[in-house]
Each structure stands twice: as C-alpha cells, then as structure tokens.
C-alpha cells in the first residue's frame, strides 16, 4: 500500500520569504500523480499543483514550484514570497494505480508579518 | 467557490439520531468521493462513486450508508453513530476518476456526536 510522509507537523516563514515542505512516499508502482493540497481555516481543500511522475520537469504555478526527486520518491514544495494568505494546513497526496487519493498527515505552514 | 457544495456545515446528532449530509457538484464530473478528517489523522477515504456506481467502500461500518442517485449529487446517511465519528467530512468530485484528474473538494460538514 501507498503511504505518504510529511515529516514537519508545522513549519513558520516570514512573510516575503520562501519556505519548503517536505514529503515522502512510498510506492512500487512507476506511472502515478503526486499533487499539493492547502486547507485553510475554512477548511475548504484547495489544489495548490500537482506533479506527473513520468514528466522529468519539475511542476510551477506562480510562488509555487515543487522539487520532484523520483529515485528518492520525494516531493517537496516550495512557497516563495510567502503571503500572509499562505497560512494553512498544507497536505501532500499521492495517487497511481489504485485510483486512491492517498494523504500525508499534513504541514501547518504560520507566515509570520 | 470550487463548485462543490456540501450541506449542512454543521449538524450535531445524538447517538440514536438518523441524518444525512449532502453534496452537490456543479462540475460536470462522473466521480464522486466521500472522506473523512479526523483531529491528527489523514484524511480517510470512505466511498467512491463513479458514474453512479460505488467503486470503493473503504471498509466503512454500515452505520454510514452512501447514496448516490444521478453524477452530480451524493448523500452520507448517518444512523446510531458514535462519538468517535465526530469528524469533518469532506465530499469531492472528479472527471471519470482516473489517477491524474484532480480531485475538487467542498468545504466539508462538521458533525459532532453526542
């Protein structure tokens, strides 16, 4: 079975800099998605961005870009310019064959002014 | 505003109550999911419906019974829970399900159990 690891239960930036969260999975399978997701206080899951395994370039959106390191099975994230509007639960999530969303524990990610 | 819609936000039950919680997506989607969130656990998939069908019942006790009539709604009916199952629940929705479609999510339903 899939597992997925977030080492740091809560992690702190200040604001305007860049912060990394970690993650760690587990797999045998070669052909899957890894995918970020940010829960704020509202709860509410938000897609932050998403990786596929077989694409060598690393995924960006905006102040977010991810660090995909497939040998080592390591997904990490990284905020850049942190915004006070970053605070969140920050979840990664693994998803291959079984069709199954498969979550780490989570990151409280706290932007400091 | 991520076009699932999850009601009640809200709802406590007593032990002996029957409840349901609904979900509605206006996405378009065929794939349906019920999760469950729980203080320090990930989040746990329950059930997975995917044009209609359940494809997944992740060894969910019966007192929680998935409904799922048409691709665009979904209900949890609640019946003689316990507190352990006070949790968010969280509903979603997905294009066919296959693994690299992303995953929507609602704001979820609080449920307490008391």
């Known amino acids: 079975a899939q597992t997925v690891t977030q080492s740091q239960p809560e992690m702190s930036v200040q604001e305007a800099e860049t912060v990394t969260l970690s993650c760690t999975y587990d797999?045998?399978?070669?052909?899957?998605?890894l995918f970020w997701y940010k829960q704020p206080p509202s709860r509410q899951m938000i897609l932050v961005i998403r990786?596929?395994?077989?694409?060598?370039q690393n995924a960006t959106e905006n102040r977010f870009s991810v660090n995909f390191q497939k040998a080592a099975k390591s997904f990490s994230l990284k905020i850049s310019d942190s915004q006070l509007g970053d605070a969140a639960m920050y979840f990664c999530?693994?998803?291959?064959?079984?069709?199954?969303?498969?979550f780490g524990k989570g990151t409280k990610l706290t932007v400091n002014p | 505003e991520t076009g699932v819609t999850q009601t009640p936000r809200h709802l406590v039950m007593g032990m002996t109550n029957k409840k349901s919680l609904k979900c509605e997506q206006h996405?378009?989607?065929?794939?349906m999911y019920w999760y469950k969130q729980s203080a320090k656990k990930p989040l746990e998939l329950m059930f997975v419906?995917?044009?209609?069908?359940?494809?997944e019942n992740n060894s969910v006790p019966s007192r929680f019974s998935p409904e799922c009539p048409n691709s665009s709604h979904l209900f949890l009916h609640l019946h003689t829970l316990q507190p352990e199952d006070s949790a968010l629940y969280l509903c979603?929705?997905?294009?066919?399900?296959?693994?690299?479609?992303?995953?929507?999510f609602g704001e979820g339903s609080w449920l307490t159990v008391v």
């Open positions: 797999t045998s399978e070669s052909d899957y998605y």
């Open positions: 419906y995917n044009f209609k069908e359940q494809t």
């Open positions: 996405l378009g989607h065929n794939a």
């Open positions: 999530a693994f998803r291959g064959g079984s069709e199954k969303l498969v």
């Open positions: 990786q596929e395994a077989y694409k060598q």
């Open positions: 979603a929705s997905s294009q066919d399900s296959p693994r690299g479609n992303t995953i929507y």
